[in-house]
């Protein structure tokens, strides 16, 4: 009797898949409803690091397929990224955790905005060379998004600044790590904040932040194992 590979059980075919790379889990996702369900159910980790000018298009695609998705890493090697690829993904993938938007240069507060509402149970979210985003969109994600343990922010000058960290500090009380470098607006006023507000912050990243003192940084100083980076 010829066997079809449609109707390989889920278990094989998800263990087969684990040793191949996430561009050829994206394409067996196509290639029958079978597999697309299956993958869709078994599949909690993407990268699309291979992907450069056509990733907007291939999320976007994608998301309704892999919607069990708790980590996806959408890191750009070029000015791809469009905040239809992240509102697709905030659409359709609730249970996130873990998502990776670094040098995502064009992406807006428009993303911010569909995360806060579509993936409250983040953990961790690099924005680290978004520098279209603003202090509204940080705010966005820290009133809505309370896990939030990890948030990079470096190089995002316009969004990395007081308010921000204020509603970080009254909101995000899990936050453990915090990248600011180069967020020149940053003050000691902001920074005491969360000091004092998030007693499980261990580790800040204050490197070229030219409006912090040494008073900030002493509010810290209670902590256990605290590190800051330079």
């Known amino acids: 009797m010829e066997s079809n590979w449609k109707d390989l059980p889920t278990e094989l075919l998800v263990q087969i898949l684990s040793s191949v790379d996430d561009r050829t889990v994206i394409i067996a996702g196509n290639v029958c409803k079978g597999w697309r369900v299956a993958l869709s159910s078994s ?22 397929k892999f919607n069990k998705l708790q980590a996806c890493q959408l890191w750009s090697s070029g000015p791809y990224l469009k905040d239809e690829a992240v509102k697709a993904l905030a659409y359709h993938c609730h249970d996130l955790r873990d998502l990776d938007l670094s040098k995502g ?27 279209k985003i603003s202090e509204q969109g940080v705010i966005f994600v820290a009133r809505h998004c309370n896990r939030l343990q990890n ?38 006023m902001g920074v005491s904040r969360l000091a004092s507000w998030c007693s499980d912050l261990r580790s800040i990243d204050l490197c070229g932040c030219v409006e912090i003192t040494g008073t900030s940084c002493c509010s810290f100083l209670p902590k256990n194992h605290m590190f800051f980076g330079s």
């Open 151 to 188: 948030l990079n922010l470096c190089g995002c000058n316009r969004a990395g600044t007081d308010q921000a960290l204020l509603a970080l500090a009254e909101n995000c009380s899990a936050l453990q790590g915090l990248n600011l470098g180069w967020c020149e607006k940053v003050t000691d």
């Open 105 to 131: 240069a064009l992406i807006t507060d428009a993303s911010l905005s569909a995360l806060a509402e579509g993936c409250r149970s983040l953990e961790k979210l690099n924005l680290s060379g978004c520098t």
């Open 43 to 64: 599949i909690s980790e993407l990268s699309f690091k291979w992907c450069s000018r056509n990733i907007s298009q291939l999320v976007q695609s994608i998301a309704p």
